[in-house]
């Protein structure tokens, strides 16, 4: 049955946590409307871990002020428990049980008959394809099948604000899209999804609306697609006929866009984001000027396409880091704690 809430279901102001003498959140800001997923990405060390577990009422703020679908996460922590779950980066079930029973555990735990708590878990088993791994113990899974459990563990009982903390990591790409379609069924029930991911393409897929986190604040939100248009009108892929011209090429379409030329691991690739520097010349238009230079310098062109930038462009110019696979920092210092 869906429990369609409305407005927003996250409301931050000015959230400060340090740890020391370092300061992972330096006035975070964030308005997350509810049935909704909303992405949360950052760097190494951004400060992602820290805010999720501020939220979630791990960890009590420095300053600022947080709501949970109006509860403030301090006063209120009690209210804010019973309507969200959080499925961290490593797996938090019990390993000598096995996987069914784990889940019928925690749906006893929560309130469920026992004949309802084994009927979750094995819907759940299923949907996570762990049928035929039910009855092992969690300790003998391997590190994908651990990831499913624990975000299975996660929606037992559907809450109404789901805390997803890179929740494919490890994950092979049958059991990514798995758990993608899991999401968006939990979404299409009323549940909002706060997710943080080390998979740019995930966020893609998933996210309403993106937050990119650098250094404890909030640097840039939008949709993804307002995002990729911040950086640039688009990105040009060109594929050369012959690897030899590539040098050429890379020369003359560095003066024709005006911008630094990206040579790919293929010999005859090579890449180029536009419309940032252009003038009066629209993204298609530099490309267009740029394939007539290769033209007349006899530079045969077998494949070209001029796309949107992806996430992982926009990350780069937002913060001129890479995408990471984990909160490190965070990670060290609440160890530090």
């Given at each position: 049955?869906?429990?369609?809430?409305?407005?927003?279901?996250?409301?931050?102001?000015?959230?400060?946590?340090?740890?020391?003498?370092?300061?992972?959140?330096?006035?975070?800001?964030?308005?997350?409307?509810?049935?909704?997923?909303?992405?949360?990405?950052?760097?190494?060390?951004?400060?992602?871990?820290?805010?999720?577990?501020?939220?979630?009422?791990?960890?009590?703020?420095?300053?600022?002020?947080?709501?949970?679908?109006?509860?403030?996460?301090?006063?209120?922590?009690?209210?804010?428990?019973?309507?969200?779950?959080?499925?961290?980066?490593?797996?938090?079930?019990?390993?000598?049980?096995?996987?069914?029973?784990?889940?019928?555990?925690?749906?006893?735990?929560?309130?469920?008959?026992?004949?309802?708590?084994?009927?979750?878990?094995?819907?759940?088993?299923?949907?996570?394809?762990?049928?035929?791994?039910?009855?092992?113990?969690?300790?003998?899974?391997?590190?994908?099948?651990?990831?499913?459990?624990?975000?299975?563990?996660?929606?037992?009982?559907?809450?109404?604000?789901?805390?997803?903390?890179?929740?494919?990591?490890?994950?092979?790409?049958?059991?990514?899209?798995?758990?993608?379609?899991?999401?968006?069924?939990?979404?299409?029930?009323?549940?909002?999804?706060?997710?943080?991911?080390?998979?740019?393409?995930?966020?893609?897929?998933?996210?309403?609306?993106?937050?990119?986190?650098?250094?404890?604040?909030?640097?840039?939100e939008g949709t993804p697609g307002e995002l990729k248009a911040s950086v640039g009108s688009g990105t040009v892929h060109l594929r050369l006929r012959d690897p030899g011209h590539r040098p050429a090429?890379?020369?003359?379409?560095?003066?024709?866009?005006?911008?630094?030329?990206?040579?790919?691991?293929?010999?005859?690739?090579?890449?180029?984001?536009?419309?940032?520097?252009?003038?009066?010349?629209?993204?298609?238009?530099?490309?267009?000027?740029?394939?007539?230079?290769?033209?007349?310098?006899?530079?045969?062109?077998?494949?070209?396409?001029?796309?949107?930038?992806?996430?992982?462009?926009?990350?780069?110019?937002?913060?001129?880091?890479?995408?990471?696979?984990?909160?490190?920092?965070?990670?060290?210092?609440?160890?530090?704690?």
């Amino acid at each position: 049955m869906s429990r369609r809430t409305t407005g927003l279901a996250i409301e931050a102001e000015g959230l400060i946590r340090s740890f020391g003498a370092t300061r992972a959140l330096a006035g975070i800001d964030l308005q997350v409307p509810a049935g909704t997923v909303y992405g949360l990405l950052g760097p190494n060390g951004a400060g992602k871990t820290t805010a999720v577990r501020v939220l979630a009422t791990l960890l009590r703020p420095d300053g600022g002020r947080a709501r949970v679908f109006g509860h403030d996460v301090v006063e209120e922590a009690d209210a804010v428990r019973a309507r969200v779950s959080l499925t961290g980066q490593y797996a938090s079930v019990d390993e000598d049980l096995t996987g069914t029973e784990n889940l019928v555990l925690l749906g006893r735990l929560l309130g469920l008959k026992r004949s309802a708590a084994r009927e979750r878990a094995e819907a759940l088993l299923a949907a996570f394809g762990l049928t035929e791994a039910g009855d092992r113990q969690v300790k003998k899974y391997s590190g994908g099948m651990r990831r499913r459990i624990d975000i299975a563990a996660s929606i037992l009982n559907t809450p109404d604000l789901l805390f997803l903390d890179e929740p494919t990591t490890g994950l092979d790409p049958r059991s990514r899209n798995q758990v993608w379609e899991i999401v968006r069924a939990v979404v299409a029930h009323g549940t909002t999804v706060l997710l943080t991911t080390q998979y740019l393409d995930e966020a893609d897929q998933l996210a309403g609306r993106i937050a990119v986190v650098d250094h404890g604040r909030v640097i840039a939100e939008g949709t993804p697609g307002e995002l990729k248009a911040s950086v640039g009108s688009g990105t040009v892929h060109l594929r050369l006929r012959d690897p030899g011209h590539r040098p050429a090429a890379e020369r003359l379409l560095q003066a024709a866009l005006g911008v630094p030329v990206q040579l790919e691991p293929d010999p005859v690739a090579l890449t180029a984001r536009v419309g940032g520097d252009g003038g009066d010349l629209d993204a298609s238009e530099q490309a267009a000027r740029a394939l007539s230079d290769l033209a007349r310098a006899g530079i045969a062109v077998d494949n070209f396409s001029l796309g949107q930038p992806s996430l992982d462009e926009v990350f780069l110019a937002l913060t001129d880091h890479p995408a990471v696979s984990t909160d490190e920092r965070d990670d060290q210092l609440e160890a530090a704690r």
